[in-house]
């Protein structure tokens, strides 16, 4: 089956930086667009990040943009969300997932792949 493994997911300060790293298997990466969400306590889970296909595309929520680089690499299978400037409030378990259509989308529901979720802490 498709699998979404995500890493890098930890202990930060305020204004620190962390990677988060999502391994795909079992599937053609670079027909999948790829996201981010995140999800924190008490919240709904909400976009933060999306890269289309190739990777010359990329969209941000306005909590993260300028401050979080979604990126991927093909060969590698391999989508990552570089995380800088952390505030508390980026604190969540971020998701990554896996869309076939070829624009970016923000909608939960347009996306057939997820990750297990990381947990990211950001102390104030």
């Known amino acids: 089956q498709v699998q979404l493994v995500e890493s890098g997911g930890g202990l930060a300060q305020a204004g620190g930086s962390l990677r988060l790293s999502c391994a795909a298997s079992?599937?053609?990466?670079?027909?999948?667009?790829m996201a981010w969400f995140r999800q924190a306590p008490g919240k709904e889970r909400e976009f933060a990040a999306g890269?289309?296909?190739?990777?010359?595309?990329?969209y941000y929520a306005a909590a993260v943009k300028g401050r979080f680089t979604i990126s991927r690499d093909n060969a590698k299978n391999t989508a990552y969300l570089q995380m800088n400037s952390l505030k508390p409030e980026d604190t969540a378990v971020y998701y990554c997932?896996?869309?076939?259509?070829?624009?970016?989308?923000?909608?939960?529901?347009?996306?057939?792949?997820w990750g297990q979720g990381t947990q990211v802490t950001v102390s104030s």
């Open positions: 079992r599937l053609t990466f670079n027909s999948y667009s």
């Open positions: 997932a896996a869309d076939m259509n070829g624009r970016i989308n923000s909608a939960q529901s347009e996306y057939e792949y």
């Open positions: 890269i289309s296909r190739s990777g010359s595309s990329t």
